[in-house]
């Protein structure tokens, strides 16, 4: 794992980056070897030139050894300059440096600890339990400015592949083979602190590997960062805005949620109505169906009525002939009992010579004859006129009733006609009737379905204000990210957000270099393994070779 490691590193030596005022085509890397607790042991400054032509290249720095890392290329030195007589090579000459003190952008201290027990890293190799990695990341204040503010770190911590219930805040992680890379990011001249812990058995744990580079936020971001203290002016009171209007949304969705859940009350409300009107015509259609026989009975009822009231109207008419011949009788008995009394009185009259040849006791009893006599005509001419008397009225009265019998005729011929109307009309009023039945019981059938949709909607638009109020509170989150993101901006240096400014170099400050990166390396935490010695060719070493020797 140590050489695909190195591999990786030499990989991006020789890619390099590119960087802009480039004083000569001449890519630095500087590799700090860690121990395993981060104590800086060694660092080398492997330096890469263009030769595209042969000829002699003049390089700078100081160091305690400088050699070729191919060919047997020896430099001629002078103080800080360097003379590299090299054949052309497209890719390029290596050469690598050791310095005797070196001050790169940031120092480390790792702590490592099994089952909550501080730990040597020595003793870790092989081990079974719970892991703790507790790595400090401090800027040196002793870098140059131009390291220490231009520079940030990525720390990768490589964990093997069987590593399980990892806790790595603030990590990003990724599978690499059968190692699960950990990645943090340092910016430039800040602290940092970072904790893992993960369980492993028969542990054992690659270098822990940590590059930096110079900084460029507006390469990084695609953006101009000059145009962005405006840009974030207008994007914090944009913000702001936002907040402000998001306010008065969680007020009008509260407003919203309050009449939507009176609406739905109001909608059960309706429903209950609908319910109770569709049962009052279904009522009324019950009792209008119910009407034709109802009127039938009411019909017949009718004519046994006419029919008595003409048997009544021809029995007065009976009874008011009968009286009026009574009437007549009785005003034929009337003369007559008149006729009588005059009668009478003649009789009386023509009797009195008579009586006065008779004995006195004849006189006597034919008078007391002839007054009973005419005292009886007179009461039976009194008792006629009486009669007569009592028949007028009673003609009369029997006339009324005829009248009113024939007025009660014609009033249940009116009615007879009434009924027979109604009745004509109570089956269009029951088809009318069963349309508007039908039409209630849609409506009762939509308001139901419009009521449990009101409700359904009070209940999701319930949730509006507390949604709405979390946006708010993400808002002004997001301002206070931006506002804390612009202010770091602020606190970095001008070449750190632009990338604008030349790099120096790490072994020679007065000059400037086309890519610099700082990558440091620690000690491998693994079991020892015997220790095989090979005889090597020394005239036959490569690039690659001779920089994993740097590490071991």
């Known amino acids: 794992m140590k050489k695909l490691l190195v591999v990786a590193l030499a990989l991006a030596l020789l890619m390099g980056t590119t960087s802009a005022f480039a004083e000569m085509n001449k890519d630095e890397t500087v590799y700090t070897k860690l121990s395993a607790s981060g104590v800086q042991e060694a660092t080398y400054v492997v330096n890469h030139i263009e030769t595209p032509e042969a000829g002699t290249y003049i390089d700078y720095g100081v160091y305690a050894h400088v050699s070729a890392m191919v060919r047997d290329i020896e430099p001629e030195l002078d103080g800080d300059t360097m003379a590299w007589s090299v054949p052309a090579d497209p890719e390029g000459f290596y050469s690598v440096g050791i310095l005797e003190e070196a001050q790169p952008p940031f120092l480390f201290d790792i702590v490592y600890s099994l089952d909550g027990a501080p730990v040597e890293p020595d003793a870790l190799a092989g081990q079974t339990g719970r892991f703790g990695i507790d790595l400090s990341v401090r800027s040196n204040p002793r870098a140059a400015e131009a390291f220490r503010t231009r520079f940030f770190g990525q720390v990768q911590i490589p964990l093997p592949s069987s590593a399980a219930n990892v806790y790595a805040l603030g990590s990003a992680g990724a599978l690499v083979g059968k190692t699960r890379n950990l990645t943090y990011t340092v910016l430039p001249g800040k602290d940092a602190d970072f904790s893992i812990a993960f369980d492993a058995e028969k542990f054992e744990m690659d270098a822990i590997t940590i590059t930096a580079i110079p900084m460029s936020l507006g390469g990084m971001l695609g953006i101009d960062m000059g145009g962005m203290a405006e840009k974030a002016t207008g994007l914090g009171e944009g913000a702001t805005q936002l907040a402000e209007g998001n306010a008065k949304l969680v007020e009008g969705l509260t407003a919203l949620s309050s009449g939507l859940a009176s609406l739905a009350e109001n909608s059960a409300s309706v429903a209950t109505g609908m319910d109770t009107l569709g049962s009052g015509v279904s009522q009324v259609l019950t009792a209008v169906n119910a009407l034709p026989e109802s009127i039938g009975t009411l019909a017949e009822g009718s004519a046994t009525l006419t029919s008595g009231a003409t048997t009544y109207i021809d029995s007065a008419q009976q009874a008011l002939s009968g009286a009026n011949q009574l009437l007549q009788g009785i005003n034929t008995v009337s003369a007559g009992g008149a006729d009588l009394v005059v009668g009478m009185a003649a009789l009386s009259e023509g009797l009195k010579p008579m009586m006065a040849q008779l004995p006195k006791a004849q006189q006597e009893a034919l008078k007391i004859q002839l007054t009973a006599l005419t005292e009886g005509i007179t009461a039976y ?137 700082f990558v440091y390396m620690t000690e491998a935490i693994s079991v020892p393994a015997d220790e095989v010695v090979s005889a090597q060719n020394t005239q036959n070493e490569t690039f690659l070779s001779r920089l994993i020797a740097l590490f071991k």
């Open 381 to 517: 001419t009194g008792g006629v006129s009486g009669i007569a008397a009592q028949a007028e009225p009673l003609a009369l009265g029997i006339q009324q009733l005829a009248e009113s019998g024939t007025a009660i005729k014609t009033g249940l011929a009116s009615q007879n006609e009434g009924i027979a109307t109604l009745s004509s009309a109570v089956k269009p009023l029951a088809e009318g009737i069963q349309p508007l039945l039908d039409g209630v019981t849609s409506m009762k059938e939509g308001t139901r379905g419009m009521a449990a949709g009101i409700a359904q909607l009070s209940t999701g638009a319930a949730a509006f204000p507390e949604s709405a109020q979390a946006l708010a509170e993400g808002q002004a989150q997001m301002l206070a990210g931006i506002q804390e993101a612009f202010s770091l901006m602020a606190d970095m240096p001008v070449s750190a957000t632009t990338g604008d400014e030349p790099i120096p170099s790490f072994v020679s400050p007065n000059h400037t270099v086309r890519s610099l990166q």
